[in-house]
């Protein structure tokens, strides 16, 4: 660039979701142009950074212009803009009651201390405009758990899966020693042990209404529990030939009752089961090896994934198969949904937790509303994206709604992917590998973002903070390590495992992270 660059803030053209706030950025040179003399007197300050002050004109959506925030009229505005000014000017414009917390991005880099800054390393062409893309960030803020508070015994073989409730009022496990225990989270005690299976709890799976925990074993059976009294309810559910490799509830937007289950099975079929009457409802089977996840989408498609390396779509109302989504070199281990946190939580909004969780009241038609508008919400104009990893050492982005073609290869690991999650705002994809780290991805475009380094052997399990802020990650070098996304570094690290971490989650209500492995042990 010339000998001073002038950057204006010009034109902000309000979208959904993306101020495209563009800077003007021009160049002058002192030998190219002649500047008129200087009128005499005391010579004007200069603005800090090298950079001219400006003053933005902002447009509408349909080119209107917008007024000026009355604090700015007439006024010049000192540069360089960093992300607390922009924000200032931002929801000036937005015109919100309560201003939102933001976050800026200037080609898909995020401004962290000023745009000066972020524009250093990158080829900025002068006469173009610069887009600066906004992007709302949650209101309420997630701690860091910064250390062990219970240590609890009580499974005699290893604990192989654990799960908050939707609203973090239960704890549940599942273990090799063939029981799930639900955990009280006030006193942190064990509560109840759910006996009823006669082999090793391979996977446990919340319905969205946090009223119903459904358990998978390798015993090829399924039992559904009460969190409030640990009994079963209904009869077990028999069917598939091999052990249950994963479970997932259909989502409260769709049915508020609860009351379809939909399992995969190292015998090759999904079923899904009417959970009231206590039969299997509809068999879907074309995969010609062990389905190893299976996923209920937020519009009625039901995903899921297989060791013959594909993935499949499928009507969730009849079973009819949509498509078969093909890239993958080897099995198909892990998906995940842009939509899974929101299918998860269900009506239960994270910003207006309680230091004592409750479960969420209300009739079932006032509950399928807030779960709809929270759907739609995250959800946004486009279809869900879902992401797949696999033993191939690659991660595919598709959108399985519209396109059998994926959206991204995501190539970068060098071993198998193990588990694969979207951040609960959808803006960012993290992966855990044998290979040690756990990668950072866009959420919509697939592009490569960082890599988290800091465990010494595989990491089995990964658990988004509610605010998408923070990350947790358990590894078989027996720790915990909480991550800060934005920042792209180790935040904290949690020893305190005796062996191997195979089980971790973060409860929605962002008070407690609970994790389980070889040891035995659960610790929160």
Request: hydrophobic residues 35%; aromatic residues 6%.
């Amino acid at each position: 660039m010339g000998a001073s660059s002038t950057l204006a803030i010009g034109e902000v053209n309000l979208k959904r979701n993306a101020i495209k706030s563009t800077c003007v950025v021009t160049t002058e040179n002192a030998r190219e142009r002649p500047r008129p003399p200087r009128p005499p007197g005391p010579a004007p300050a200069a603005p800090q950074g090298g950079i001219r002050p400006l003053r933005p004109r902002t447009r509408g959506p349909r080119g209107a212009a917008l007024p000026s925030p009355p604090a700015a009229r007439g006024q010049q505005r000192p540069a360089p803009p960093t992300p607390e000014k922009l924000q200032l000017v931002c929801n000036a414009l937005l015109q919100k009651d309560e201003p939102v917390p933001l976050a800026f991005f200037v080609h898909d880099a995020e401004i962290v201390a000023s745009l000066e800054k972020t524009l250093a390393g990158q080829t900025v062409e002068t006469e173009k405009v610069l887009d600066i893309i906004y992007q709302p960030q949650a209101v309420f803020r997630v701690r860091a758990v910064t250390r062990c508070t219970s240590s609890l015994e009580g499974h005699t073989e290893a604990v192989i899966s654990v799960a908050f409730s939707p609203t973090g009022k239960y704890l549940a496990s599942g273990s090799g020693d063939t029981t799930v225990r639900f955990w009280d989270l006030s006193t942190e005690t064990p509560q109840f042990t759910a006996k009823g299976h006669r082999h090793w709890v391979l996977s446990i799976a919340w319905s969205p209404d946090g009223k119903k925990l459904a358990s998978g074993c390798k015993n090829s059976q399924i039992f559904l529990w009460d969190p409030a009294t640990g009994n079963q309810i209904g009869r077990v559910l028999t069917g598939h030939s091999k052990w249950i490799t994963c479970l997932c509830w259909e989502p409260l937007h769709i049915n508020p009752e609860c009351r379809y289950l939909a399992s995969a099975s190292k015998d090759g079929s999904i079923r899904i089961w009417d959970t009231l009457m206590g039969r299997c409802d509809k068999i879907l089977t074309s995969h010609t090896q062990s389905v190893t996840c299976v996923k209920w989408g937020g519009d009625g498609l039901l995903y899921s994934s297989s060791q013959d390396r594909t993935i499949k779509v499928w009507r969730s109302q009849d079973g009819v198969l949509c498509r078969t989504l093909q890239g993958h070199a080897h099995w198909v281990n892990t998906m995940a949904l842009s939509t899974d946190y929101v299918l998860r939580t269900g009506a239960f909004e994270p910003a207006e937790a309680t230091i004592n969780p409750q479960d969420v009241s209300g009739s079932l038609a006032e509950l399928k509303d807030k779960a709809q508008q929270r759907y739609d919400q995250v959800r946004g104009q486009e279809p869900e994206r879902l992401v797949s990893g696999s033993d191939d050492f690659t991660l595919f982005l598709w959108r399985p709604a519209e396109d059998k073609k994926p959206l991204e290869r995501m190539t970068g690991h060098q071993a198998l992917i193990n588990q694969v999650l979207f951040s609960p705002d959808t803006r960012i994809i993290a992966s855990a590998s044998f290979d040690k780290s756990i990668k950072l991805w866009d959420g919509r475009t697939g592009k490569y973002l960082t890599s988290l380094r800091g465990h010494v052997s595989a990491v089995y399990q990964i658990a988004w903070s509610a605010d998408s802020r923070l990350l947790v990650s358990g590894s078989s070098d027996s720790t915990l390590k909480v991550w800060d996304a934005k920042m792209k570094k180790l935040a904290i690290d949690l020893p305190g495992h005796a062996d191997e971490v195979y089980a971790t989650d973060w409860s929605p209500d962002g008070q407690r992270v609970a994790s389980g492995g070889k040891d035995k042990c659960l610790r929160m």
